[in-house]
T-cell receptor, first 114, second 113 residues
Framework: AQSVTQLDSQVPVFEEAPVELRCNYS??????LFWYVQYPNQGLQLLLK??????LVKGINGFEAEFNKSQTSFHLRKPSVHISDTAEYFC????????????FGTGTRLLVSP | DADVTQTPRNRITKTGKRIMLECSQT?????MYWYRQDPGLGLRLIYY???????NKGEISDGYSVSRQAQAKFSLSLESAIPNQTALYFC????????????FGQGTRLTVV
């Protein structure tokens, strides 16, 4: 069965600094990968997704992620964060066989301070 | 208006009470899902439905039931609420296809006392 690991439960960072949120997955079959963001008191919103093709994926709000098949990783990055990026970020994986259930990681809370 | 609407947004209920959470969508999607979110556990799938006549259990369905009243409506019921069902509940929808994203409602915060 597939699983998703987000090792960092919380990442504090100063405004305008770069940030990387880590995501590793395990699956015996090929997958589709997603990053969602949850702002306070809101639902989840898609940041970006990897389906196939270029391993570097660009999303909304200046975020990007790189798919690394050999390391089974899909880390999220932003070169310069804003206060408004403070939120919880979820990595998710969907296998491309069977039901194609979306499996979520446990989330990483990004805290941006001035 | 939101594409995926959940009601109520917040609810406090007593142990043993029956409660229903409702979800409606205007995206025209066939697939609908109920997830629960707990701190440190991420989102876990409770039930999912591919169409009105298709209901399936997710990984944590015990203590819950669902009803797909129409393509656009999918409700989640707790027949006899217990405190460890206190959580944030999300409804989501998606179209068919492996590469499609899920769209989420704003969540229902349920507290069982």
């Amino acid at each position: 069965a597939q699983s998703v690991t987000q090792l960092d439960s919380q990442v504090p960072v100063f405004e305008e600094a770069p940030v990387e949120l880590r995501c590793n997955y395990s699956s015996s079959v090929s997958v589709y990968l997603f990053w969602y963001v949850q702002y306070p008191n809101q639902g989840l919103q898609l940041l970006l997704k990897y389906l196939s093709g270029s391993t570097l994926v660009k999303g909304i709000n200046g975020f990007e992620a790189e798919f690394n098949k050999s390391q089974t990783s899909f880390h999220l990055r932003k070169p310069s964060v804003h206060i408004s990026d403070t939120a919880e970020y979820f990595c998710a994986v969907r296998v491309n066989t069977g039901f194609q259930k979306l499996v979520f990681g446990t989330g990483t809370r990004l805290l941006v301070s001035p | 208006d939101a594409d995926v609407t959940q009601t109520p947004r917040n609810r406090i209920t007593k142990t043993g009470k029956r409660i229903m959470l409702e979800c409606s969508q205007t995206k025209g999607h066939d697939r609908m899902y109920w997830y629960r979110q707990d701190p440190g556990l991420g989102l876990r799938l409770i039930y999912y439905s591919f169409d009105v006549k298709d209901i399936n259990k997710g990984e944590i369905s015990d203590g819950y039931s669902v009803s797909r009243q129409a393509q656009a409506k999918f409700s989640l019921s707790l027949e006899s609420a217990i405190p460890n069902q206190t959580a944030l509940y999300f409804c989501a929808t998606s179209s068919a296809g492996r590469n499609t994203e899920a769209f989420f409602g704003q969540g229902t915060r349920l507290t069982v006392v």
